[in-house]
Every structure is written in C-alpha cells, then in structure tokens.
C-alpha cells in the first residue's frame, strides 16, 4: 500500500490544479457574496447635488440670521421644492421656499430651516430661530467624491457593497461566477430521504450534506443522487452531468474494498490519484480530472465525517480559488481545550468540538466520538479541533488550533 501524503500535500495538488473562473461582468444582485474582479471607483458624487437634510425652508443665512423667538424673520415663501421635483432652481435675496428632505436646495440658498423653528407658512413663513450657515444643507460629494474607490479588487461583495454601487449608478460588476458543483454519492445500500428502507439500507445523507456545504461556500450545487456500485453506471452518470460541472464530488467508493465502484471506475483513464492522506477521518482520498475539459473531481470517502472533513480540507479551497476569494482555507483560531483528547501518531486528526467566544478567552470543547460515521456528533458541533501528526495527546487546558466552521471568513 502506498504511503500517506501529508494533508499540506494534497492541498497543494489540489491547488495547483485549480485556476480561477474567467471574470465578466454579472448583474448587482448575482454578484452577491462573490468576489470583485476589478476595483469600482465612483464616476458621480454622492450626494450628487447640495440637497436638503431636513423638512423645512431653504433660505439665504444672510436673511435670517437675526431672527429669534422675540424677534422672528418674515419672509415671503416662492415655492415647494420636493424629491424629485426641483421646479424652483434659484432663490432670489429675502425669500424662502418650502423644501423636503433630499430635495436640491436651489442655488442662491445656504442652509435649511426647519418645520419646527417656523410657522409652516404656505404664502410667508415665521421664522423664529436662525440656522448656522451651511446648516441642514447636504453638501454635494460630502459622502463620495467622483474617482472614489469604492471597491477594490478581491473584495467579497455584501449588502452594503451592493447598496453602495447602485447608489452610485453601477448595475453590473466584473467578478468570477459561482461554480457549478455536481454531487454524486454512489451506493447500491442508499436511499433517497422519504423512501423506505430494506433491511441492509441506509438514507443518503452525503451528497445533501456536500450540497449544502458548497452551497454554503457560495456555489451553485446540483445534488445528482444515488449512483449503484456498478462502474458503467457510475460512467454514464458522471458523464451525462460533465456538461454542467465546474468541479465534481463524489462520495464513497474510494477505499479497499470489492465493490469500491469510483476507484475501480476512475483507476484505468490515468488522470485521477487515488491514495492515503495522512489525515482522521478521511484518510482514502482521490483527485484529478475527468472528460474532454478536464473537469476538477474530488472522490471523498463514504463515511459522512470524513466525506465532510473532507470537503472542509480540499474542496472548500478549491471553489474559494475558483471564485477568486482569497483566503482559499478556512483560517485556524487558537482556543483553550476543556477536555483531553488523544490522537494517533502520524496522523492530522479533526476532532468535532464546540466553540465558543467566553470572557475568559476562546474554548472549544471536544463533542462525541471520534468515529468517522457519527453524524449526530458532527451535526452537534461548530468547530474542528486540529491536532497535529506529531501529538498523541492534549491536555485540558492546552491551547489549541480550531477551525471554527460557521464563521464567515
């Protein structure tokens, strides 16, 4: 039997192997959790005219500038400027003109009075208290100047990306697409959810698990289902989804055994790597390409624990490089561990744990067994606690490396 690979090792194969998706420019909305592939610099300011903070009347400072409760300023009111609606554009010396919040202030006046300091006069108003000059006045590009970055190269688009780009008029950004992933999970004993079990048959919980975990990480995820441990089938399969696959994940079928249908399916093309990596769980695993483009596939192994390791280690760097948003891994926390654990020498063991942000510090507590099928434990968790090859045991109290797997990064 081959040798395990160490863990870092088949990253790098895998990394090597992957290049990010050619960029073009994709409407607003879809670019959302994606990565800019161009800086956006702002071609308008924002506010792209002087407009109004306030409800009130614009004025002329120089008009008002005596006006008090006991000595108020009347000034004749020349017109309504609403949002939307500047049909007066300039204000001549001793008048006003009622104005709405976000209406252009008209050229001629230098600050906004507002309702509560006035009578709300419709034909003259009474002005009783005086604005300082500029005040209640929004000043042209006070927010963003024209030739502002707004956004630079590589950054992950969210909400208030989204709402500053439209603010300044852009409807499309340059960015990389979300891979299609295609997911198979083979399996003569699976069945879908909903269905009945014999009595050798189990649900197949993997290829939802895989699909939403690269759903999650911002793919489009198509979950194919169950494929039969008949090689020929598992061909026919995997070639009728090539034509929409960016990348593809199968699980099961990649270990020692008689009816190991990927391996045995994928081994004779020459262009797949099946072998040991230096890993619990997960340590069966293979990468490479398939078909005429050479579509990326990952075969993780069947265990639900080690097939989602599994993704976390390999596949998530994969797709974070193909949308190109770096970092590619998930980046490790240091926590302090509330209970010893042990670990087999030579190996990069992920333990389930459960994270937490206390007043002491970060702690990660270990969450059930380390079994590779336990996916009760692996549903319980939020973190992997990561013990190094050369370490067969951790005490309580140690620090430790966590990846902590809800947090956005």
């Known amino acids: 039997m081959a040798e395990p690979i160490s863990v870092d090792e088949h990253l790098e194969r895998v990394l090597a192997a992957v290049e990010p998706l050619p960029a073009y420019p994709q409407p607003l909305m879809e670019t959302l959790g994606l990565a800019a592939a161009e800086d956006v610099v702002s071609s308008i300011p924002l506010p792209p005219f002087d407009n109004s903070a306030m409800d009130g009347y614009a004025v002329r400072h120089a008009d008002v500038v005596t006006a008090s409760e006991d000595s108020p300023v009347h000034l004749p009111v020349v017109g309504e400027i609403g949002a939307g609606r500047a049909g007066l554009l300039a204000l001549s010396p001793g008048t006003a003109a009622k104005i709405m919040t976000g209406a252009p202030v008209p050229a001629g ?13 419709v034909a003259q108003v009474r002005i009783s208290q005086a604005p300082e000059p500029g005040q209640h006045v929004r000043p042209t590009g006070d927010d963003v100047s024209a030739g502002d970055l707004l956004v630079q190269e590589g950054t992950v688009l969210g909400p208030r990306h989204l709402g500053l780009l439209a603010s300044v008029g852009r409807s499309t950004v340059v960015s990389r697409p979300r891979p299609r992933v295609v997911i198979l999970s083979t399996g003569s004993e699976l069945r879908e959810p909903g269905t009945d079990l014999g009595p050798d048959s189990i649900y197949d919980g993997n290829s939802w698990l895989l699909a939403a975990a690269a ?3 911002g793919a489009i995820a198509y979950r194919v289902g169950i494929v039969p441990d008949e090689p020929r089938a598992f061909l026919d399969a995997l070639g009728d989804q090539l034509v929409r696959a960016d990348l593809v994940v199968t699980s099961g079928g990649v270990s020692q055994g008689d009816f190991d249908v990927v391996k045995e399916a994928l081994s004779p093309t020459g262009t797949v790597w099946f072998g040991p990596v230096a890993m619990q769980p997960g340590k069966p695993q293979g990468f490479g390409t398939v078909g005429d483009d050479e579509v990326p596939i990952f075969t993780l192994p069947g265990n639900p624990v080690s097939s989602y390791i599994s993704f976390e280690m390999f596949v998530l760097p994969a797709l974070r490089k ?7 891994s998930r980046p490790t926390q240091r926590a302090r561990l509330t209970h010893g654990v042990s670990s087999p020498r030579g190996r990069r063991q992920f333990l389930r744990g459960s994270f937490e942000r206390g007043r002491g510090g970060p702690t990660v507590s270990p969450v059930g067994g380390p079994g590779s099928h336990l996916v009760g434990g692996l549903a319980e968790s939020n973190a992997l606690v990561v013990v190094a090859e050369d370490t067969t045991r951790l005490e309580a109290g140690e620090m430790v490396q966590v990846l902590a797997l809800d947090e956005e990064f």
Request: no cysteine; hydrophobic share 45%; glycine share 8%.
């Open 109 to 121: 006046a230098d600050a906004v009075v507002p309702y509560e300091w006035t009578d709300r006069g």
């Open 215 to 217: 759903r999650q990480a």
């Open 322 to 328: 193909l949308m190109g948003k770096a970092p590619w």
